[in-house]
């Protein structure tokens, strides 16, 4: 069985996926979109041009195009090697799978936020509806979510989501003192070593 991983070195999603591939040993090739072959290559595999995608060749070829998606796949492959590493990402722990829900719809609108306010978008409301769906939505996660092992989905998304925020100066984590306190326990752990947004 053979993996490609579609996507560059800034992006919390595909980061997400880095850290398991990563913490399973798995031989993976990372394709980066943002060359014209990369992209090229994630077209002809991926219509709605979003990053992850991965793709695995062999008897039974797969092309998975998002991130929770793989994360799935690959506890359902390779579960008991996870948990080895030091992560639960079961999906059916619901709980937390909400809470991931509420770091990725934060995650969403800052990326929107970013890119929006990069290429010169005049805001007539909906940036700014944007940059308040991240606020409130931190302060809420802030009294919410602690850094524990194993590592589960929501905390694996926030300290993706947090260093991507942080890397794009798109909002001030210190005004949530849970997240501060989550991110310190993040970087500590070293979970994310080696895969940080550049
Ligand atoms: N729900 C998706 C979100 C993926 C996503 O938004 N990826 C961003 C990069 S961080 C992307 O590909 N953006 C390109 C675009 O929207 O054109 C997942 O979990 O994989």
């Given amino acids: 069985m053979t993996m490609k991983l579609f996507g560059g070195t800034t992006s919390a999603y595909v980061r997400k996926i880095k850290i398991l591939t990563g913490a399973l040993g798995l031989p993976v090739e990372s394709v980066d979109d943002r060359t014209p ?10 219509p709605c041009g979003k990053v992850p995608v991965l793709m695995v ?5 797969l092309v998975l ?3 929770s998606l793989i994360a799935s796949w ?14 639960d990402i079961d999906p059916t722990h619901w709980e937390d799978r909400a809470l991931q829900m509420a770091v990725e719809v934060a995650l969403d609108a800052a990326i929107n936020c970013f890119y929006l306010l990069r ?9 700014t509806k944007q940059g308040k769906r991240v606020e409130t939505t931190l302060a809420w996660l802030s009294h919410r979510v602690t850094f524990t092992r194993p590592v589960g989905l929501a905390a694996l998304s ?3 989501a947090l260093d991507w925020m942080v890397f794009r100066k798109v909002t001030d984590v210190a005004r949530h003192p849970g997240l501060v306190a989550f991110g310190a326990a993040w970087a500590a752990s070293g979970v994310g070593r080696g895969t940080e947004p550049q």
Avoid: I
């Fill in 57 to 61: 060749d062999g008897p039974a070829p």
């Fill in 119 to 127: 290429d010169g978008f005049e805001d007539k409301g909906y940036v």
């Fill in 74 to 87: 690959l506890w359902n492959q390779h579960g008991t090697a996870l948990r080895a590493a030091g992560f």
């Fill in 65 to 67: 195009p998002d991130s």
């Fill in 158 to 160: 926030l300290g993706c």
């Fill in 37 to 46: 072959e990369g992209a090229a290559a994630l077209a002809a595999v991926s």
